[in-house]
């Protein structure tokens, strides 16, 4: 019979303490704004889910599906910033 060991070092919970580093929770925060608005259109979806959407319904959906477009063009627009240096 073969024996079956493990490859990799084991991963302890003394590994996964140290939670998220300064510059994890800066990314996380410049993300926030397209957080919010992706859980803003899939709450609005979910609201439709058992039943047919009405007028208002597919505006509020339109409305956070603009949302999340405007927050992810806001996201490119300030990581191209930051990685060109600056404005043009």
Avoid: F, H, Y
Avoid at 24 to 38: S, T
Avoid at 43 to 50: E, P, R, S
Avoid at 55 to 79: C, M, P, Q, S, Y
Wanted: overall charge neutral; glycine content about 4%.
């Amino acid at each position: 019979m073969k024996t079956i060991a493990a490859l990799q070092n084991l991963v302890t919970a003394a590994s996964l303490d140290s939670g998220p580093s300064a510059a994890e929770l800066d990314a996380i925060e410049l993300e926030m704004p397209l957080i919010r608005a992706e859980v803003e259109l899939l709450d609005a979806q979910i609201m439709t889910l058992d039943r047919t959407p009405t007028e208002l319904d597919e505006r509020r959906i339109r409305r956070a599906g603009r949302k999340v477009l405007a927050a992810r063009r806001a996201l490119a627009n300030r990581t191209t910033m930051v990685l060109t240096g600056g404005a043009a």
